[in-house]
Every structure is written in structure tokens, then in C-alpha cells.
């Protein structure tokens, strides 16, 4: 495969798009020369934009489709009026009939979801696919998982994203057995925590080679680094993450408000303007866009909607890593060794839970 | 009842214990001098750290106990050997006699829900108590809540926040008709939601007069302060509070390694110090520390187990400013006022409910 990777685009998808999709695969191009693009949606306003620039042109193929999904549409809602002719769609459908190695998208999360499970379904033992994010971290980068695909978990379905948690972990951090904590509260109450402490016992007692379980983690530990890979259930892991964006552009607010609130502040600002600009580098969530749907039969990639061109090349770019290192069959692997607990679990064996809820109390 | 608050001290709570209580109620008073305090704890401890502050002995009492809390029991086990006698049974305990005005822990806070709730009884028409916390925003403050008293929330429990959360940032934040959103997901998804969804509906329909109801919010809505309460179940909750106080840790060592980066960066900050200084003091969790338990027949505080003298005194203060305007009395008319629709949803009407449903999809 080297560098050569065919990336399918939904040209229509994100809040600037095609203006931001076309220019962040021109940014992607010059530093993975070897790609392919595939762009998908209104040509007339497509075209133009490709025109400018040549050498993306020249490796890009224009497929034009009237029908785009809108921001605001629930998944049911965009499936009736987006299937078979949106470039969503079409762009997910390129992955299917295996004329790209993966799909990017800045549009509608949740249309996306919905039209990537109905049309490239779910891997064998995962009944419902999760959205990862690379989740910047005071030692680096951590994977937390889901943030957003499903709401709810059972203790399988925890298994399961721990275990595709961990294969994204050892190709996108580059980990032979990356830690995995499980997102919990320290406040200790059994209602509404089986699931959780269920899947703690799991991933302890079989203690597999290529995930090295660690506990429970706590909202503050992510930031920290404290594990590789964070395993949560959506609704939950969406809440962190968007607290967490928030948070860090309220910081930025008030660092700016602080260094204009004088003139010496102003000066201040002068001496350390390089310093300020490795912060705002580091704080700039474009670093680090692009959530990856994982659980699929093919390769998707959700961009930021807000994500400007950088950000969308930098989603570009994490679907080139996952590709390249064959993100899919390594999960296929890794589920399907560890598919007989996960499904022992799902076939909810009485016995064993007993067990399992025995020793936890 | 003017400046005039008594207040019950669990001295041995918290992670540095007697020091900061004792420092922090020395603080306290300076700013309100009608203060009284009732101490528990070991007389041992706490007899020395008071003599060295004569104004703070001159108006407290104190009562010895040799049982402490441990930080890291679940409440069923501090319930087994703390109740009648813990420092933190004995200082809730003097609220339930009418002794103490509130009281303030810096201990366990499942334990402290736990006795609280076992000692104190919840108010009519209330299930589960919840913690609010005030949570600083670029507009100022707000009020979110539940941030990690209970797990799992069904409509007539999040109604039932909404209320509370409302009458206290009515008092805290001084506004007449707080505007209240619900904490969710922008990925719409039937499942799981039904509870947010319907309590949405109920806020909708009955639009009270004391309580601005503004539908939905997401996590980066929260430190934009886009309504005055957001209202969450607890685990969520909980997540939400620790990521923000994380991503804040992670920002504050990003920006102190900036400010070290280089000679110019050095330089900068000195010149822009006292902006730092600010700065430092917008970002300083001790400055508004403190989650008020609602709910309860008696006013709880917990502060931060880790605050030092000056967050605990923040925690003190939270309380005075909730005792002074009797957020107790208000919550108690406020679900009154509203009781019969929240006892609707309790009686899990099956026409109601339908009609909401169909509503909603």
C-alpha cells in the first residue's frame, strides 16, 4: 500500500464546506504525496475550488450529487431523503465497493454514524460502533472512546471498546500494550454502576496480553494522561469532551483578557509572543481533529464540522495513519480473540454474573 | 437571623484535616464576624490549632470525638462504624438538632450524602438528594447540577433538579428568573434520552415564572454560561466537573512551561506578572469551592477535599450566603408550588407520558 491511499470526500460535509474540504486535501497532499481523492457534491461549486489547485486536481476524481446533508438533521431524517444519492453517502459507499481506503467527513455526526453502520456494517461481535477521539494529554495523547456513537453501555459492549480502544492505541501512539482505565465516578453508589464494574472484572481476570487494564480512572485523570486509552459510554465521554473543548476556549479568553489588561501585561505579551504562540499551538484543537468511528467494516473519519482547513487535513492525516497500519484488520484480530469472553458475556450467562457481581460488592 | 450564623465544623474531614478546617473557619470569620462554630473531631488535634487563634475560640465549641471518616470508604461501610459517633455524623447532626445552622465538610462525600440523607430525611417530593456546584463561567458563574450524588436520572428527577437548581441561583446568583438547560449529546439518538427528553417537555409546558427554561446544551456550553443552571444526572455530572478541572491543570502547567520556554518568555512574564497573578486567581478552584447538597432538611456543604484554608473558608462562605437568604425555605415553597406536576411524573401517568413521547419523535 505505501504511501499510496485513496480517500473518499464528503465534499458537502462541515459548517465551511467545500471551500475548507478542498483546501485541507490540497494541505494533506503535500505531506502524503501518494494520495488519491475521490470528492463527492455539488460540482459546479466543487469544480472551481479543484481548478485552483492543479496538483490536487490531478490526483482527485469529482463525483457530482445534487443531495447534501444537512447539520441539524436526526439520522432518521437524513437516511430518508441522503440514501443512496448524498455525498455522504456516496463518499461512505466508496469505502464499501472498495474504491477507497477510507472516507472523511465534517457533516452531520450522527447522519454519519447512521449511514456508515447501514451500509458498511458492523465488524463480527459488535453490535453498536463508537466514535474515538486522540485526546490531548499533558504526556502526550490518549484515545477515549466513545464519545458520542451510543448512549448506554452494558458490561459488553465496555469490553468491546476497550479492546478496539487498544489496537487504535498500538497504531495511532505507536504502544505495544497500552494501559486502559475504565471513565467512573468516585462517588460509590451500586445502582447504575454494574456495567461498569462488570467490565472491570472482565478485563482484570483475563488480563490479555496486548491491554494492560488499570482501573477506574476519574473526569481529571484524561487530561493528566493518567492511561493510554479511556473506555466510556457515549453519552458520558461526549460530555467530557465537549467540557473539556469548552473549558480550554474559556481559559484562552480569560489569558487574553488577562495580557491586555494593562500596558505592562501588553509588553509582557510582546517579550513572550513565541512562547504564547507554542500555547495557542498547543491548545489549538485543529492539532489533534478527527474522531474515528470504530467497529465498522471500513475506515471512517469524522471531522470537527467547525474544523478549518488544517483541521481537515489533520483528520486527513489520521485516517492515513490508521489506514497505512491496517487499523481494520487489526481489530478483527484482536476481537476475534478475545470475541469468546465478549461473547459469553453478551449471551448473559447467569452464573458468571453472579460471580462477578459477588465479588464486587 | 443577620450575620448571626452557626455553623457545624466536621474538623477531621478533608485530605489535611484539623489545619485547614481551623485555618479556614479563622478566615471565615474575619469576613463574618456574627459567625458561631461547633467543631468535632479529636479535641487532641484540634485544641492546640484553636488556641492559636483567640478570636475563632472565643466564638466556637468545641466537641471530641475519636471517630474519623476515611476518605476512601464507601458509605455503607462509614455508615457501619460512624453513625451516632463520627465527627461528621455529629456535626450533621447538630443541624438535625437545630444547633448549627449548616454544616461544612471537606470529608468523603459519598459518606457525607449518606449520613446526610440517613440523619437529615429528604424534602417532600424529593427521592434523591443532589450536589450543586457553582462553576465559573466567562459570564460569571452558574449553577450545575447534579454533579456525582446519584446515578442515572429519570424525568421527574431531573424536573425535580431543575426546581432546586433554580431556587438556589435565584439566591446565589441573585436573578429572578434563572434560565435553565439540560445537559445533552448534540448526536440524536432514541435511546437513553427519553428521560431528558420528557423532562424537557414538562419544563416546557409548565414554563413556571421563577425558572426560564432553554431547552437543550451541550458540554462547551457550560464555561460559555449559556443559561444560569445546567441540569445533568450525576454521573455525567460528575465527569463534566473533574474533565473541566483537569483540562484547567493541563492548561495551567502548558502555560507555566510556555512562560520557561526561552529568556523572552522569562522576561514577558515578569513584566506581565501581576496579569498572571490574575489570572492564576480566575483559574484557582479554592475561589469558588464548595458543592451545597440539595434536597435535604438542612443545609450541607461539602468543600473540596483538597482545598487548602482559603477554599474551605470559600466553602463556609457558599454557606452563609445560603443560610442568610433561606435557600431551605425557598426550595421547600418552590417544590411545593410545583410538587403536583413532579408527582405526575412519579405516578408515571401512562397518557402523559405518551402524549410526550409522541411529541417528541
Known amino acids: 500500500m505505501s504511501d499510496e491511499v485513496r480517500i473518499a470526500l464528503d465534499a458537502m460535509g462541515g459548517d465551511h464546506g467545500p471551500a475548507v474540504v478542498v483546501a485541507g486535501a490540497a494541505l494533506a497532499l503535500t505531506r502524503h504525496p501518494g494520495s488519491q481523492f475521490l470528492l463527492f457534491g455539488n460540482a459546479a461549486l466543487i469544480g472551481p475550488l479543484l481548478d485552483a489547485k492543479p496538483e490536487l486536481k490531478s490526483v482527485s476524481r469529482l463525483v457530482h450529487t445534487d443531495v447534501a446533508i444537512r447539520m441539524e438533521d436526526k439520522p432518521s431524517q437524513a437516511l430518508r431523503y441522503g440514501r443512496w444519492k448524498s455525498s455522504m453517502w456516496l463518499a461512505i459507499d466508496a469505502v464499501k465497493r472498495a474504491e477507497a481506503d477510507m472516507v472523511v467527513s465534517g457533516g452531520n455526526t450522527g447522519a454519519l454514524m447512521a449511514m456508515s453502520k447501514f451500509n458498511l456494517k458492523t465488524l463480527p461481535g459488535i453490535e453498536r460502533p463508537a466514535i474515538a477521539a486522540l485526546w490531548p494529554t499533558v504526556r502526550g495523547e490518549s ?3 466513545d464519545v458520542g456513537a451510543s448512549i448506554g453501555a452494558d458490561a459488553e459492549h465496555l469490553v468491546g ?10 497504531i495511532l501512539l505507536g504502544l505495544d500494550r497500552p494501559t486502559v482505565g475504565l471513565l467512573n465516578i468516585g462517588v460509590e453508589e451500586a445502582k447504575g454502576l454494574e456495567a461498569v464494574r462488570e467490565a472491570g472484572h472482565i478485563l482484570r481476570e483475563e488480563n490479555w496480553p496486548d491491554l494492560d487494564y488499570q482501573g477506574y480512572v476519574e473526569g481529571d485523570d484524561i487530561g493528566r494522561g493518567k492511561v493510554d486509552v479511556v473506555v466510556t459510554e457515549g453519552f458520558a465521554g461526549n460530555i ?20 491586555q489588561s494593562s500596558l505592562r ?41 467547525g474544523a478549518d482547513a488544517e483541521g481537515f487535513a489533520a483528520a486527513i492525516e489520521l485516517g492515513h495513519g490508521v489506514v497505512q497500519d491496517q487499523l481494520l484488520a487489526k481489530i478483527r484480530a484482536a476481537l476475534s480473540r478475545h470475541g469468546k469472553r465478549v461473547h459469553q458475556v ?8 453472579q460471580v462477578l457481581d459477588g465479588a464486587a460488592s
Open 143 to 145: 484515545i477515549v472512546l
Open 240 to 259: 467530557a469532551l465537549k467540557t473539556a473543548e469548552g473549558t480550554a476556549r474559556q481559559l484562552g479568553e480569560y489569558l487574553r483578557g488577562a495580557m
Open 161 to 170: 471498546l476497550a479492546v478496539m480502544g487498544a489496537a487504535t492505541a498500538r
Open 346 to 353: 453478551e449471551a448473559g450467562q447467569v452464573e458468571g454474573r
Open 265 to 305: 501585561a501588553r509588553l509582557g505579551y510582546l517579550f513572550a509572543r513565541s512562547a504564547f504562540r507554542q500555547l495557542r499551538e498547543r491548545m489549538n484543537p485543529s492539532r489533534v481533529n478527527g474522531g474515528v468511528f470504530l467497529g465498522l467494516n471500513g475506515i471512517v473519519i469524522k471531522s470537527h464540522g
